[in-house]
Nanobody, 123 residues
Framework: QVQLVESGGGLVQAGGSLRLSCAASGRTFSSYYVAWFRQAPGKAREFVGAISRSGSSTTFADSVKGRFTISRDNAKNTVYLQMNSLKPEDTAVYYC????????????????WGQGTQVTVSS
């Protein structure tokens, strides 16, 4: 079992950057495939991107491709979401999620979730 805690959210102007962190408990964090999702008010939860267990492979939603990157430090049990060139439409609560198997972009496939961190991008 793993517990996830996101941090790093805040208020930023359009064009700015933020780095979110997803810190995990447990000694086997490297066994988990980790994804980021986001949910804006009144909208469904949306896949942002994901990273493989080793960190060698990442995938992103088209809406953030080229602007966001994901990395992980398994020694620190942490996954990072670097967000650059932020836009007002990136405003949402951002969640990290984990599963021991490849789970793609479907939120229902993930069985471990953090509490979320708010990102607000002003125009």
């Amino acid at each position: 079992q793993v517990q996830l805690v996101e941090s790093g959210g805040g208020l930023v102007q359009a064009g700015g950057s933020l780095r979110l962190s997803c810190a995990a408990s447990g000694r086997t964090f490297s066994s988990y495939y980790v994804a980021w999702f986001r949910q804006a008010p009144g909208k469904a939860r949306e896949f942002v991107g994901a990273i493989s267990r080793s960190g060698s492979s990442t995938t992103f939603a088209d809406s953030v491709k080229g602007r966001f990157t994901i990395s992980r430090d398994n020694a620190k049990n942490t996954v990072y979401l670097q967000m650059n060139s932020l836009k007002p439409e990136d405003t949402a609560v951002y969640y990290c999620a984990a599963h021991t198997s490849y789970s793609g972009s479907v939120s229902g496939n993930y069985n471990y979730w953090g509490q979320g961190t708010q990102v607000t991008v002003s125009s």
